[in-house]
């Protein structure tokens, strides 16, 4: 994993020298401890500045940076963060301990991980929201935990509140969409069948699916006001991340679940290899969490759409309409050894273009199970999709099938083996039902079916973005059996989407692309 070590006072003009809010990625784990406080990560979007891990606000001074809302997620799995610095069990890239005790305490480590905006990559015609995540629409908080342990761990649990209130007395409208039902989800029937969800929702691995209900229910039943419950419907969604994680051994628990509640914040949301997706693979990459939302005018009523993924499916990438899978020569048909000339590819690759190993060269190991199961094309997306529109069940299954156009638009297309769902729902409190009122006739406000039209558009283009920054924030990362799965080469994909670009000149109307180089990452510019 490779570092560029600055001071906060260069990366702020690195940042103005390339004209964009860039949001710089510490992906991290364990404590991270300053001025001797330790706060807990995985879960809350820490914001550091100058030494300082703040939740809320800015605090100990530091408005001096309020402006340029520079992020340092913290929250993978492997890392401690003191005064800024990653100390996993040694130091990397040269790194002392000698050096860590003579830096200033305004050094970071800055991961080259970026989103795609970051890099001029705006796919869509709609506007993100003020955090471009499942978060902006209100009330709804995001929790990760994740487990990395020994060299074979790989997993974790995400969950999604969709307000603070009690789920189970205060129920949101839902509905579930099946793209491809190869899946082990537990409560979607409920939900197809009332239209409602009373639990938090749960993203998990296959095989921890049960416990992980398991962990919800317990912490349903055990809420204030349930206390004579005696039936609750949790809902879990999983993929398989059994390539990189001994998916066997089954290690989550309720405390997983109870911690990433624990942990769950509104702000902005912890992406890549974190929680559900810390061991996922997605496109020939690295999948794992990523996010992004879109909100309407307000002559159109000014509604959030925000989803959230987790990216674990296969397919050929395309990264805002440019076949990045293809011209990277890594895709299903490749590593599956089923395109003639293959051999020749993984060994034109391997020797001359500079790829790291793994990125072209999967086919050298064979990946299906017994079952017939297909790391390399199998393996699901869940996709989470929120809004505050007023909407019921009926419309929200409406708008889960147009997030389900969003894996198309990313190169997927529900494989055999790819468990993929949707489920959406809606946090207006018009339309929720509130189990303490027991009048039988409720009155529901709900929006009309003609002002769906761009609800739907705003769910596809965040589900194209939230995958893309799955991909895009995800981490190289080695596992179970020393297999190692390689992240989608940023330096790579930022020279063919520019090639692509001068190639085909202006590929929208009124447009032009250009280049900008930050340490190693170049940008991507559509002219607004």
């Known amino acids: 994993m490779m570092y560029k070590l600055i001071t906060i006072g260069s990366l702020l003009l690195g940042l103005i020298a390339i004209g964009a809010e860039t949001q710089d990625r510490i992906q991290a784990s364990g404590i991270a401890q300053n001025q001797n406080k330790s706060y807990e990560v995985g879960g809350p979007q820490h914001q550091l500045y100058h030494g300082f891990s703040t939740m809320d606000g800015y605090e100990n001074g530091e408005s001096q940076f309020e402006h340029h809302h520079d992020v340092y997620e913290v929250g993978g799995a492997q890392f401690q963060l003191y005064y800024g610095l990653t100390s996993p069990d040694g130091y990397e890239d040269g790194v002392t301990e000698s050096k860590i005790n003579t830096l200033e305490r305004d050094t970071i480590l800055i991961s080259k991980r970026s989103r795609i905006r970051d890099l001029g990559i705006t796919p869509g015609i709609m506007q993100p929201g003020p955090l471009n995540a499942i978060t902006d ?68 691995n296959t095989l921890s699916i049960f416990q992980v209900a398991h962990g919800l229910a317990d912490y349903v039943l055990g809420l204030p006001g349930n206390e004579q419950v005696r039936s609750v419907n949790p809902v879990v969604g999983e993929t398989n991340d059994g390539w990189l994680n001994t998916i066997r051994a089954r290690v989550l628990g309720s405390e997983d679940v109870y911690a990433a509640i624990e942990n769950a914040s509104a702000g902005p949301v912890v992406e890549g290899n974190v929680g559900a997706g810390t061991g996922t693979r997605a496109l020939g990459f690295k999948g794992g969490i990523g996010t992004s939302s879109r909100t309407l005018p307000e002559n159109r009523g000014g509604y959030t759409v925000g989803v959230l993924v987790q990216s674990n499916f296969g397919g050929v990438l395309t990264v805002d309409g440019v076949p990045v899978g293809e011209e990277l020569g890594n895709h299903y048909r490749v590593s599956s050894g ?56 009926r419309n929200l299954e409406r708008l889960a099938k147009r997030a389900f156009m969003g894996v198309v638009k990313v190169g997927g297309f529900a494989s055999n083996g790819s468990g993929d769902y949707v489920i959406a729902f809606s946090t207006h409190e018009g339309v929720r039902r509130n189990l303490d009122d027991r009048d039988p006739v409720r009155t529901v406000l709900e929006l009309d079916n003609d002002a769906m039209t761009p609800l739907f558009l705003a769910a596809l283009e965040a589900t194209e973005e939230a995958i893309l920054n799955s991909l895009f924030m995800a981490e190289t990362m080695s596992g179970e059996g020393g297999r190692v799965q390689q992240a989608l080469p940023i330096d790579e994909v930022m020279e063919i989407m520019l090639k692509r670009g001068a190639e085909s000149g202006e590929r929208r109307a009124g447009s032009r692309k250009r280049r900008a180089v930050s340490g190693s990452i170049q940008m991507y510019i559509p002219k607004t």
Request: net charge negative; no cysteine; charged share 25%.
């Open 137 to 204: 629409v209100v009330g709804v908080k995001i929790g990760h935990h994740t487990r990395i342990e020994g060299d074979s761990i790989r997993t974790g649990v995400t969950v999604i509140m969709p307000h603070d209130g009690n789920p189970f007395r205060e129920r949101v409208p839902a509905a579930v969409y099946v793209g491809n039902g190869f899946g082990k989800a537990l409560g979607f029937t409920q939900v197809q069948e009332l239209g409602e969800i009373e639990t938090p929702i749960a993203l998990t």
């Open 338 to 393: 089923k395109d003639s000339g293959m051999e020749a590819l993984v060994a034109h690759r391997s020797m001359g273009s500079g790829v790291r190993e793994g990125v072209g060269m999967r086919a050298q190991e064979s990946v299906r199970g017994e079952d017939g199961y297909d790391f390399d094309v199998d393996g699901s997306i869940m996709i989470i999709v929120a809004t505050d529109a007023p909407i019921t069940s």
